[in-house]
Nanobody, 124 residues
Framework: QVQLVESGGGLVQAGGSLRLSCAAS????????TGWFRQAPGKEREFVAA????????YYADSVKGRFTISRDNAKNTVYLQMNSLKAEDTAVYYC?????????????????WGKGTLVTVSS
């Protein structure tokens, strides 16, 4: 089993920044992908960004390209999501998730393990 714990959420004004962290424990994989997803009230969970454990390839949703940056520290088993120029529409619960398998795109159904989420609220 893989345990994932997100942190770093909070309340921020529009235009501000936050950095989310996802710490993994338990069973870890030498390969695989860690992704960030978000779910706003009344909406479906959606892909935000992902990063490969090996090689560091990154993937972003169009809505966050140029504003969010995903990175990893394999020695700490931690993945980060730096969020800049935040907008009110970024308000959501942000979830970290892991899968062992590579894919061209990542959907919530692609992921095998999930954290419990951290709330990000952006005030306009």
């Amino acid at each position: 089993q893989v345990q994932l714990v997100e942190s770093g959420g909070g309340l921020v004004q529009a235009g501000g920044s936050l950095r989310l962290s996802c710490a993994a424990s338990g069973r870890t994989f030498s390969t695989g992908v860690t992704g960030w997803f978000r779910q706003a009230p009344g909406k479906e969970r959606e892909f935000v960004a992902a990063i490969r454990r090996s090689g560091g390839n990154t993937y972003y949703a169009d809505s966050v390209k140029g504003r969010f940056t995903i990175s990893r520290d394999n020695a700490k088993n931690t993945v980060y999501l730096q969020m800049n120029s935040l907008k009110a529409e970024d308000t959501a619960v942000y979830y970290c998730a892991v899968t062992r398998y590579y894919s061209a795109t990542y959907y919530p159904s692609s992921m095998e393990y999930w954290g419990k989420g951290t709330l990000v609220t952006v005030s306009s």
